[in-house]
């Protein structure tokens, strides 16, 4: 390799990561907005936020499905991520199966509309879809299962099975800030676990009433 070829390839690599740092602004900031405002604030609050011209946002994602979807993607990468991190660092692996379905519901709840967009005919959000359930349906499998091998839950649910309960009973919340499906939610994961088979809920001893 020439040196004029080195020595430009080694210019090039602070710029490529100057690139990438900036689009993560850019994503963080979409995140924040889509909080509060949900997936169709203007632009220029995301970019307002972000502290960039309108402009430099259409040049990284030209529409607002390129955003959605970018930021989505980020937003899955974290869930990937806390999977493991909590069966490693929960008392449990139940435990760590509730925190991550935490996780999961925050997910769909605050960022407004994300989990009605799933279910959009958008070719892009269709891409989005296989993305989530290639993504997250083996670390929610992966919970499920250390959970079952420890004989905390029933072992019949699937991943994808959990993921769908949870993903209805997440829909129409975007709509709705009265409702808030976290209790339901952690009703539907406290009936995956076994019952305890040591002594009655009462406390009383066999053979009393």
């Known amino acids: 390799m020439s040196d004029s070829?080195?020595?430009?390839?080694?210019?090039?690599?602070?710029?490529?990561?100057?690139v990438r740092?900036?689009?993560?602004?850019?994503?963080?900031?979409?995140?924040?907005?889509?909080?509060?405002?949900?997936?169709?604030?203007?632009?220029?609050?995301?970019a307002a936020r972000a502290g960039v011209g309108i402009g430099t946002i259409y040049r990284h994602f030209p529409t607002r499905a390129d955003l959605i979807v970018a930021v989505f993607r980020h937003q899955v990468e974290t869930c990937v991520q806390?999977?493991?991190?909590?069966?490693?660092s929960c008392p449990t692996a139940?435990?760590?199966l509730e925190r991550w379905i935490d996780l999961?519901?925050?997910?769909?709840?605050?960022?407004?509309?994300?989990?009605?967009?799933?279910?959009?005919?958008?070719?892009?959000f269709e891409t989005l879809h296989a993305y989530f359930i290639d993504h997250l349906?083996?670390?929610?499998?992966?919970?499920?299962?250390?959970?079952?091998?420890a004989g905390e839950i029933?072992?019949?649910i699937g991943?994808?099975?959990?993921?769908?309960?949870?993903?209805?009973?997440?829909?129409?919340?975007?709509?709705?800030?009265?409702?808030?499906p976290r209790a339901l939610v952690a009703l539907l994961v406290a009936g995956l676990r076994l019952p305890h088979r040591s002594g009655s809920a009462s406390g009383a001893t066999p053979g009393e009433p």
């Open 5 to 18: 070829r080195q020595g430009t390839e080694n210019a090039a690599a602070p710029q490529r990561k100057d």
């Open 21 to 46: 740092r900036n689009k993560q602004i850019l994503l963080d900031a979409a995140a924040a907005v889509f909080v509060t405002s949900g997936v169709e604030a203007p632009v220029r609050d995301i």
């Open 82 to 88: 806390a999977g493991p991190a909590l069966l490693a």
């Open 94 to 96: 139940y435990d760590a």
């Open 104 to 124: 999961f519901v925050d997910f769909l709840v605050t960022k407004h509309g994300l989990a009605a967009a799933l279910q959009h005919d958008n070719a892009g």
């Open 137 to 149: 349906v083996p670390v929610c499998a992966q919970l499920l299962d250390a959970a079952a091998a």
């Open 154 to 156: 029933r072992s019949d």
């Open 159 to 180: 991943g994808l099975q959990l993921m769908r309960g949870v993903g209805n009973l997440c829909v129409g919340a975007e709509n709705d800030p009265s409702y808030d």
